[in-house]
Nanobody
Framework: QVQLVESGGGLVQPGGSLRLSCAAS????????IGWFRQAPGKEREGVSC????????WYADSVKGRFTISRDNDKNTVYLQMNSLRPEYTAVYYC????????????????WGQGTQITVSS
C-alpha cells in the first residue's frame, strides 16, 4: 500500500524552528519528486518547496526562501523540511506529496498525498 506520512508538526513560537518528515511506504521515494504544500484556514493550498527525483534540484516559494531547506535521505525513504525563523503567517496544515515526473514544481504531477501535519506559529 502506497502511503506518505508526515510528522514533526506542532506549536512553535515566532522565530523558532521545526523539522518536518515525510516518510514513504509501499514505494521508493528516490524515484519521485517530493513536494511540501500548506493550507491555511480559509486559503487555498500552496506549494512551499520541492525536490526533484532526477537531479535533486530544489524549489522554494519566495515566502520561505532562506528559511526552509528541503532534503532527502533515500536510505530512510524520507524527505525532510527544515523550517527556521518561523512566522505566524506560516500557520497551516503541511502536506507532502510525491510525483513520478519532473519538474517537481508542476503541482499537477503529484499523485500521492499524505494526511498532513499541523503547524501553529504563535506566542
Amino acid at each position: 500500500q502506497v502511503q506518505l506520512v508526515e510528522s514533526g508538526g506542532g506549536l512553535v513560537q515566532p522565530g523558532g524552528s521545526l523539522r518536518l518528515s515525510c516518510a514513504a511506504s509501499g514505494f521508493t521515494l528516490d524515484y519521485y519528486g517530493i513536494g511540501w504544500f500548506r493550507q491555511a484556514p480559509g486559503k487555498e493550498r500552496e506549494g512551499v518547496s520541492c525536490i526533484s527525483s532526477s537531479d535533486g534540484s530544489t524549489w522554494y516559494a519566495d515566502s520561505v526562501k532562506g528559511r526552509f531547506t528541503i532534503s532527502r535521505d533515500n536510505d530512510k525513504n524520507t524527505v525532510y523540511l527544515q523550517m527556521n525563523s518561523l512566522r505566524p503567517e506560516y500557520t497551516a496544515v503541511y502536506y507532502c506529496a510525491a510525483a513520478f515526473s519532473d519538474p517537481c514544481s508542476d503541482w499537477n504531477l503529484y499523485d500521492y498525498w499524505g494526511q498532513g501535519t499541523q503547524i501553529t506559529v504563535s506566542s
